[in-house]
């Protein structure tokens, strides 16, 4: 028997905004601020909550440019996105 302290996560990548599922909530639609990727999964986790993350509700840009969403800066590239040369 598995007694896990959060809901399972799974992750679905989206093509277009209408495979979208009903009932998912959009951090800046529905809550009116973004959120990072990994806020979203602990709201998932926790709160069993199913939440759609497209290019504008993201609030880093580390998880938009790894899963292809917008294009890496030069500097991103050259791994100084935290850390300044």
């Known amino acids: 028997r598995v007694r896990l302290k959060t809901f399972p996560l799974a992750l679905k990548l989206l093509e277009k905004e209408g495979d979208i599922p009903d009932g998912a909530k959009r951090p800046l639609r529905d809550f009116g601020y973004h959120l990072s990727l990994c806020q979203a999964f602990q709201i998932s986790r926790r709160d069993g909550a199913t939440i759609a993350m497209l290019k504008e509700d993201n609030w880093c840009f580390e998880p938009v440019v790894g899963y292809g969403l917008g294009e890496a800066p030069q500097y991103f ?9």
């Open 77 to 85: 590239l050259e791994g100084h996105n935290r850390f300044p040369h």
